[in-house]
């Protein structure tokens, strides 16, 4: 039913695959609605800040202008325009992203990297990460030869070095934030341990997979760094601006990834050779010779000493952290990551040596057991549906949220019972104790610019160990005296002193360091203020516990796939050891902030859109219809796209017309996110003939087919209500649509009919989902997703008939026999009362035979496998399907450096069940197919994911058929021809997706 669109040429599917890069941006607003925002203009930068963060905000503007004047002089390309910079406080996550598209924009999350995570080499954090993402700005929007003239004239569309490896554009942002040494993920003992033990276990990665994100661990840090080393390694060997001369010499190249397949096979032959006289490649090949030596000759050397015997407790293939011993040291508690299936929180029992799941958790920081063995967690929800904060949750059989909104973190518990935490807030941090209700706060030490991590109170409860980093950026253990009120310094180094433990004699803390270049575990002598090495490791110690009778240290023990739960007899004698250097700090040595910006920093004003929000591009398109059979139509459009930097104005605009059919089409739509909902309007017009209508473009015809146009508007109110597993959303809308709709009857007739009426509809629909999908997944699975959707068209309203619809859909997914299968389940109906039965919206069948066409959406997307779409429809329908979903290959692979990553291949056996009917019907007369269907998941263009599908269905009753089908992802599907059936629905445009 309707025209339905034919894309016929490899061209058109690639352009869109890049518009919907250039579209990603447009999302819903990002934003509380509650934040009152502000601005500071630089020479170069607008500074958005919301309170109450201007502090921040001047540091940054100041802190921008400096990066900028290097980076330019480094990079060699300076932006025309000034780059919009975003700074928030929405998310305990170190966190930032920068894009080019419609203009230069940074968004930066205010807190600051766990001091236990691969970002943990900075000095001043916000430095560090406006170098990484400033980089990126630089490196896309470089732009020179003939995609200099094509921005001229179409505006911000084209960005040659957008489309480079991701360990290029990650890599050589690492690269340039690690050039101020000793600071930077280049420079830092966490990336030498992830490449170490990639080394040590042979699973060093290819350039192929460092150009994507490889699920693998570590996964996504891959092409930052790999891609931060081998960059180092170019600039090294063949001078200092050699990237960059490569950047300048790509972002010439007008066709994407161009440069990337030809000539094969040395991809990315021409500029490479250029520039460094050989292939990535090759080079990457080089590179990792020379870094694996270094290393091989680095673990034979820890060999040498002697590698500390432990015993792994924990499952391998999952990422575990935080070991903590009840209180009665029979068990421990864990939680445990996967990249199959959701986090959790595990048990671990000696006499039973074995880990048990006690609930699932989302993204803990940190765990603690209370003296009653209570276990609680500070852990990441949503909070009023915008901000992402760690809150406490306490866990027995399941986990229960504690605080809302209050910022928890690094939590743990005295021997009285109160909790003990951290909470960040506005890039301060405070040093709190409270009682397990949180009702009951008291700061010991309140707001201070110095980040506070990891604090453990001693067995006495008389004094708190935790790590703070300086003004520096050294991370030092501070020991607080709660009854004198006053702080040792304990550590005062460039090394990383984390996580410390205490012993139960209170009077030695163990605690994970990188003071020989590997992260290990330490004891701290209190009485003798000594530092002794107590394990030699591989890879890495991290999160050290201590049991209860001082005999067995528990602990994270990092290797090749990820940190694992070890255990280990607490030791006699020790590998090292050195004096401390103690020193008392003042008492205003946290409260007082010696980094205050600079007092020429422009004064803030009230934040406007209209600085960001014009349009700076607009991108022709083009497309190829068919009409009907042999009959194809050209169509030529223009698009434009903007938002502002906040993204609380976002519209779109496209204009097109058709060659044969000789009409236009309108489409426009804004959507305002200022408020709390957001609200939408719009309006779609494909029905404006600039010619006379030859529909239905020629004589005898063997088939029936129909033509739909739609003049419609509308206009909407969305209300999210976001958590970190579930989803829920409230739509409403008002929607006026006329309709012309042109029949054509074949044999005997010959002749068309055309109608056409307005209908005004007020529609309310309401989705729901808690389906999960993990880095391995193969769809969504451990959930459900509900959507139901009412729609009143009635007079009083201005539609020309009164009708009603309702429907909804439902969808359960179970887990299969094995990791990541899925068995789904799922239940469709629908409704529609006294609607003219031309308007009938419920489809029997899913494939036109012999059509592609762009995919259905919604109700339209019904139908039953088996049977073909347009030979029946009615106004009731009744849809079930079982499918069950299993991998059968699960490999990333790529092919050097080419724009493409082979993901997953895996099956779907289906069963459908359902019927469409006027009226009245019986179970009898419903029909049923079933099937298999073939699905393959790549990555093109190195971070776009393709789904494609070939199918084979066998509809069991009348009027089914064999369907053999395909799709691609949300761009095209269709079904190689038969002649079991000869009534289908041609080519349909669809408006706006109400």
Not at 415 to 440: I, K
Not at 617 to 641: A, C, H, M, Q
Not at 697 to 722: A, C, E
Request: with cysteine; charged share 20%; hydrophobic share 35%.
């Amino acid at each position: 039913m309707g025209i339905v669109r034919k894309n016929v040429s490899v061209i058109i599917f690639t352009l869109s695959l890049f518009f919907s890069m250039i579209t990603a941006i447009n999302g819903q607003g990002k934003h509380g609605p509650s934040l009152k925002w502000k601005s500071i203009r630089t020479e170069h930068f607008w500074i958005h800040f919301h309170d109450p963060l201007e502090q921040a905000a001047r540091k940054l503007a100041a802190t921008a202008e400096a990066v900028h004047r290097r980076l330019v002089r480094e990079i060699g390309w300076q932006p025309r325009l000034r780059t919009d910079v975003v700074c928030t406080d929405a998310a305990d996550i170190a966190n930032a992203s920068a894009r080019s598209r419609p203009f230069n924009m940074i968004t930066i999350y205010l807190s600051r990297p766990m001091l236990n995570s691969s970002d943990n080499n900075f000095e001043t954090w916000l430095e560090t990460v406006f170098i990484h993402e400033y980089t990126h700005i630089l490196n896309t929007d470089t732009v020179t030869g003939l995609p200099s003239i094509i921005r001229k004239i179409f505006g911000r569309v084209n960005f040659p070095n957008q489309f480079l490896p991701r360990w290029a554009l990650e890599g050589n942002a690492v690269y340039h934030e690690s050039l101020q040494r000793p600071w930077g993920r280049n420079n830092s003992a966490f990336a030498d341990m992830v490449l170490r033990t990639e080394v040590l276990a042979s699973r060093f990665k290819s350039i192929s997979q460092a150009c994507h994100y490889p699920r693998q661990w570590p996964g996504a840090s891959v092409p930052y760094l790999y891609g931060g080393r081998f960059i180092a390694y170019l600039e090294t060997q063949y001078g200092t601006g050699s990237m960059a001369k490569f950047f300048m010499e790509n972002s010439d190249n007008f066709i994407p990834y161009s440069d990337n397949i030809y000539p094969i096979p040395y991809l990315y032959n021409k500029d490479a050779r250029d520039v460094f006289g050989a292939s990535f490649p090759r080079l990457w090949r080089v590179w990792e010779d020379r870094i694996t030596l270094s290393y091989a000759i680095q673990i034979d050397e820890i060999k040498r000493r002697g590698v500390t015997e432990c015993a792994l407790i924990s499952e391998r293939d999952c990422d575990s952290n935080f070991p903590r011993f009840a209180g009665d040291g029979a068990s421990i508690y864990y939680v445990k990551h996967s990249m199959r299936k959701r986090s959790l929180l595990m048990r671990y029992s000696f006499a039973q040596r074995a880990e048990t799941k006690i609930c699932k958790v989302n993204e803990p920081n940190a765990l603690a057991v209370s003296p009653r063995n209570e276990i609680f967690l500070s852990d990441l929800e949503y909070y009023r549906s915008f901000s992402l904060y760690s809150d406490a949750f306490r866990c027995d059989r399941r986990i229960r949220r504690v605080t809302h909104g209050l910022r928890v973190t690094h939590l743990s518990f005295t021997s009285d019972g109160q909790c003990l935490f951290v909470r960040n807030d506005s890039d301060a941090y405070s040093l709190v104790l409270s009682d397990t209700g949180f009702t009951q706060t008291a700061a010991l030490i309140k707001s201070s610019p110095l980040q506070i991590a990891f604090p453990r109170a001693s067995p006495d409860g008389k004094k708190i160990v935790f790590t703070v980093k300086d003004r520096r950026g050294y991370a030092d253990l501070v020991l607080m005296d709660r009854g004198s009120n006053t702080m040792l310094r304990l550590t005062d180094d460039r090394h990383t002193d984390i996580e410390p433990a205490w012993h139960p004699n209170g009077t030695r803390i163990v605690f994970s360091s990188d003071r020989d270049g590997v992260y290990n575990l330490y004891e701290y002598d209190l009485p003798e203020k000594k530092i002794r090495k107590i394990t030699n490791l591989l890879g890495g110690g991290f999160s050290p516990d201590i049991s209860p009778d001082g005999k067995t240290i528990a602990f994270a023990s990092y290797c090749a796939e990820g940190k694992l739960i070890a255990i280990m007899k607490y030791p006699a004698r020790y590998l090292s050891e050195e004096q401390a250097s103690v020193s008392e700090l003042a008492p205003d040595y946290f409260s007082a902030d010696h980094d205050a910006a600079s007092p020429g920093t422009p004064v803030p004003h009230r934040y406007n859109p209209i600085n960001s929000v014009p349009p700076l591009y607009y991108l022709p398109f083009f497309s190829i219809s068919e009409l009907r059979d042999n009959k194809y139509d050209l169509t030529l459009g223009v698009r434009l796209k903007g938002n502002d930097a906040l993204e609380k104005h976002r519209y779109s605009v496209s204009s097109s017309f058709t060659i044969v059919q000789k009409r236009a089409t309108v489409d426009a739509n804004y959507t305002l996110s200022e408020f709390y909902p957001d609200f939408s309007i719009g309006y779609y017009d494909n029905a404006l003939f600039y010619g006379s209508d030859g529909f239905p473009w020629g004589k005898s015809h063997t088939l029936h087919f129909r033509r739909t146009l739609d003049r419609s508007g509308y206009f909407s109110v969305i209300i999210p209500v976001i958590r970190y597993n579930h989803h829920h959303q409230i739509r409403l809308y008002y929607i006026f649509e006329k309709q012309f709709t042109a029949d054509y009857y074949p044999y005997p007739y010959y002749s068309t009919f055309k109608h056409g009426e307005l209908y005004a509809r007020a529609r309310t629909a309401y989705l729901f989902t808690c389906a999960k999908t993990y880095p391995y997944s193969i769809s969504p699975e451990d959930g459900r997703e509900l959507e139901v959707t009412a729609d009143l068209f009635h007079r009083a309203i201005g539609s020309a008939r009164s009708f009603y619809r309702v429907s909804g859909s439902y969808a359960e997914y179970l887990p299969g026999i094995w990791h990541n299968h899925v068995f789904m389940l799922q239940a469709r109906a629908g409704v529609s009362i006294h609607e003219p039965g031309y308007l009938a919206r419920y489809n029997l069948g899913r494939y036109g035979s012999g059509y592609t066409f762009s995919p259905p959406y919604g109700e339209e997307a019904w139908g039953l496998r088996g049977y073909p779409s347009g030979a029946e429809y009615g106004d009731r329908a009744a849809m079930a399907t079982a499918e069950y979903r299993l991998p059968l290959v699960q490999r990333d692979a790529g092919f050097l450096t080419a724009p493409i990553l082979f993901r997953d291949l895996w099956m779907t056996l289906f069963f459908d069940f359902g019927n469409v009917w006027y009226g009245k019907t019986a179970l009898s007369r419903f029909r049923y197919s079933a099937g298999a269907e073939l699905h393959l998941n790549l990555t093109l263009g190195y971070i776009i994911a393709v789904h494609c599908a070939a199918g084979y269905a066998r509809g069991l009753a009348r009027p089914g058929e064999d369907q053999v089908y395909f799709a691609v992802t949300n761009v095209v599907e269709g079904r190689l021809k038969n002649t079991a059936h000869n009534i289908r629905g041609a080519a349909q445009d669809h408006g706006p997706p109400y």
